[in-house]
């Protein structure tokens, strides 16, 4: 039935489809491999991702709500976030939660923070946080749930965020400062040394973004890539967003937040007492929760090991390399300098929009960046190098086609 607003109200079939129509027509509606791969980012190879898949399946049914009483369930998370925290230089107290994304990971680390700054900075009423232009837009949310400002300052000329700018900016009512490594902008790591040490001087709480970085990062360092460090070796870091879902390589929705110190996770839970129900404490924002997702990445990390993460690292600095000649050969396109991922490139002689939109109208479903104008490569290492070239040459194609005088529309280029 169609509403007078054009919405539809649909009723339930009167008797239910048979599984093999439900199949057929959900299969009509899978985005086509490869030209859907950077916008399904991020994966691992076909091996990874079967193992992910077994532990996910087994245990989708399973309630993660009951993480942090049932002992099966409470082992596995554990073990997930002691291995993922023992890749960020550890304190002998460090932990932290399994949370469904960046975007809860983050909101953790803010809502911790502003219970933080209840205890030890009680004159505060209106709270701000202090961080580069480049911050997530995540924060932006979760500081609106949590009626916090965010308050953004100036890059340098390679997109970095910068201490001197950040301390100016810093306030009577600023609780936390936070930084990323890197930033999905402009996938460069902020010089967290320098941003901690104006938190420190200032008694605020640093947070840490690393949703891209962390799970990949320390494992580009043990192949000798030189990176700012950003992980807890650097005093006053308090909390770091680690996505399993990114460079983890382990299914959605899956990521974890750390605390610095044991002490510091206390801020983050939120214990109630109900009169009728007895103690209410989870460990995160979600009540109920499929453990598929806190299986599967047990499974995963068991399954790769630092030699299987090492591997893939490795895997992606090839193709890192393959795209960066590939696009820089192509005229009027350049790859832009990053310390890890994601890859972008602009356009300097066709339009950035319209190179963008020949891609899609070649089928490939890209993400890109508003401001400055970019189109993004989210490679992953399930990406093989034969479809890394067919991407290569579809680009080369469109590119040369609009520098002809071919057409020209410009596409709405979007991240989301
Ligand atoms: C730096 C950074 N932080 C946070 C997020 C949010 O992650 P999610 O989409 O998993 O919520 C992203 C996503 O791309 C990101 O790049």
Redesign the pocket.
């Known amino acids: 039935m169609e509403m007078t607003d054009g919405r539809i109200i649909k009723p339930l079939p009167k008797s239910g489809m048979t599984f093999e129509k439900i199949k057929e027509d959900l299969s009509k509606l899978e985005l086509p491999d490869p030209y859907a791969h950077f916008a399904r980012a991020f994966r691992g190879p076909k091996d990874v991702q079967e193992v992910g898949k077994y532990a996910f399946e087994r245990f989708m049914s399973d309630n993660g709500f009951f993480s942090l009483y049932l002992p099966y369930m409470q082992t596995i998370e554990q073990e997930v976030i002691a291995m993922g925290v023992s890749l960020l230089n550890p304190t002998e107290t460090s932990t932290g939660n399994f949370t469904s ?4 990971s ?1 909101f953790s680390a803010l809502h911790a923070a502003r219970n933080w700054a209840r205890d030890h900075k009680p004159h505060i009423k209106k709270p701000n946080i202090v961080a580069p232009f480049t911050i ?1 837009p ?1 924060f932006q949310k979760a500081s609106r749930y949590l009626d916090i400002e965010v308050i953004t300052t100036e890059l340098d000329e390679n997109g970095r965020g910068v201490a001197a700018n950040i301390a100016a900016a810093v306030n009577d009512n600023t609780i936390m400062i936070a930084a ?1 490594a ?3 902008h402009y996938a460069n790591i902020d010089p967290i040394p320098e941003i901690a040490a104006v938190a420190v001087d200032a008694n605020l709480w640093m947070h840490v ?1 690393g ?2 970085g962390s799970y990949i990062s320390p494992f580009l360092e043990m192949l000798g890539e030189k990176l700012t460090p950003w992980d807890f070796r650097v005093p006053g870091v308090m909390s770091i ?1 680690a ?1 399993l ?2 460079f983890g390589y382990c299914q959605k ?1 899956a ?1 974890t937040i750390f605390w610095r110190e044991a002490a510091l996770q206390d801020y983050h839970y939120v214990a109630i007492d109900d009169p009728f129900l007895g103690p209410y404490k989870l460990a995160g924002f979600s009540g109920s929760r499929s453990a598929g997702p806190i299986f599967a990445a047990w499974a995963v990390f068991n399954y790769l090991g630092e030699e299987g993460y090492l591997r893939l690292a490795r895997r992606l600095l090839d193709l890192k390399e393959k795209f960066t000649k590939g696009v820089n050969a192509i005229e009027g396109l350049r790859m832009w300098d990053v310390d890890v991922m994601p890859l972008h490139f602009h356009s300097e002689k066709a339009p950035t929009s319209a190179v963008y939109q020949g891609l899609l109208d070649k089928g490939w479903l890209m993400l890109g960046l508003v401001n400055p104008e970019a189109i993004t490569i989210a490679a992953d290492a399930a990406l093989s190098d034969e479809d890394a070239d067919l991407f290569l040459a579809d680009l080369r194609q469109v590119t040369e086609a609009i520098l002809a005088g071919g057409t020209a529309q410009k596409g709405d280029i979007r991240y989301s």
């Open positions: 994304g960046g975007t809860e983050n997530h995540s990323s890197p930033s999905w973004d949703c891209i967003s996505d879902h990114k929705p990521s």
